[in-house]
Antibody, heavy 127, light 113 residues
Framework: QLRLQESGPGLVKPSETLSLTCTVS??????????WGWIRQPPGKGLEWIGN???????FCRPSLKSRVTISVETSKNQFSLKVSSVTAADTALYYC???????????????????WGRGTLVTVSS | DIVMTQSPDSLAVSLGERATINCKSS????????????LAWYQHKPGQPPKLLVS???TREFGVPDRFSGSGSGTDFSLTISTLQAEDVAVYYC?????????FGQGTKLEIK
């Protein structure tokens, strides 16, 4: 079954940029049936959706994070990535990548649930 | 944003007994055009990826034991485990995908009594 694996630095300094990569294995990121997303969980708090991307690079993300978030895809490497700029301690979290099920009919895309997740990677923002 | 509120925050149930977790959305997540509730349930065990259990409020995913069932419509939903097994100890989350930003409940920690 397809797997997702997050990777990246576990420690980032305040005001710098957090960068994570999700590698898709045992399957292809090139699919018209899925988007690929990032979700995080601060310590002791709930899950927060960050944003999604498809294999063509179409993205959408949480409005409150939009000014600081960049999501990109590299289909040749079967990877997609997350960058969060100007981080603060509030960005400390367990970051998950996940696959989102979608359907597209007559040019209209409907977005559904996350059917596969990675194990997550902890990122701590601290000097 | 749609606020998802789960109850209780934690639950202790004896093996073999029934466990019920509730989830309430701050607005209706039943889409009129397809008559489907845009709600999912996930199970999360420590060190493992969250696992999708139920989509569309009541559609169990392939391979999920039939002791798990989802119900509800509109704004009120439930996940029921009919006979609790030891391997069901986990945190359970509901999530709405009716509109962005997608939002999750705060989680319900299920333990063995």
């Amino acid at each position: 079954q397809l797997r997702l694996q997050e990777s990246g630095p576990g420690l980032v300094k305040p005001s710098e940029t957090l960068s994570l990569t999700c590698t898709v294995s045992l399957g292809s990121i090139n699919s018209t049936n899925y988007y690929w997303g990032w979700i995080r969980q601060p310590p002791g708090k709930g899950l927060e959706w960050i944003g999604n991307i498809d294999s063509s690079g179409n993205t959408f993300c949480r409005p409150s994070l939009k000014s600081r978030v960049t999501i990109s895809v590299e289909t040749s490497k079967n990877q997609f990535s997350l960058k969060v700029s100007s981080v603060t301690a509030a960005d400390t979290a367990l970051y998950y990548c996940a696959r989102q099920v979608i359907t597209t009919l007559a040019g209209v895309t409907d977005y559904y649930y996350f059917d596969l997740w990675g194990r997550g990677t902890l990122v701590t923002v601290s000097s | 944003d749609i606020v998802m509120t789960q109850s209780p925050d934690s639950l202790a149930v004896s093996l073999g007994e029934r466990a019920t977790i509730n989830c309430k959305s701050s607005q209706d997540i039943l889409y009129f055009s397809d008559n489907r509730n845009y709600l999912a349930w996930y199970q999360h065990k420590p060190g493992q990826p969250p696992k999708l259990l139920v989509s569309w409020a009541s559609t169990r995913e392939f391979g999920v034991p039939d002791r798990f069932s989802g119900s509800g419509s509109g704004t009120d939903f439930s996940l029921t485990i009919s006979t609790l097994q030891a391997e069901d100890v986990a945190v359970y989350y509901c999530q709405q995908y009716y509109m962005t930003p997608y939002t999750f409940g705060q989680g319900t920690k299920l333990e063995i009594k």
